[in-house]
């Protein structure tokens, strides 16, 4: 099933805080309305398309972000950067 994102038109919601993502059947009926507070909603069409998203990661931003960043030696073989 894919996960669709969906955020609130008016930007602000006490329960869902304006922005959820769902999985949801892929013939599913469009979501049109908040299933928390029944608010209109639209779809946020690809949330990989965000600038930070294409922006290439370095070993130390991975690092900061708490991920072990392994360099592949070969087959099977990995150093720990
Ligand atoms: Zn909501």
Redesign the pocket.
């Known amino acids: 099933m894919p996960l669709y994102e969906y955020e609130?038109c008016d930007g602000k919601?006490k329960?869902?805080?304006?922005r959820?993502t769902l999985l949801r059947p892929v013939n599913a009926p469009e979501l049109t309305h908040?299933?928390?507070?029944?608010?209109p909603?639209r779809r946020v069409l690809s949330s990989f398309n965000t600038p930070n998203f294409l922006k290439p990661l370095s070993v130390s931003d991975a690092k900061k972000a708490g991920f072990t960043v392994l360099k592949r030696l070969g087959k099977g073989e990995y150093e720990r950067q």
Do not use: M, N, S
């Open positions: 609130h919601c329960i869902c805080g304006g959820f908040c299933p928390l507070c029944k608010a909603v």
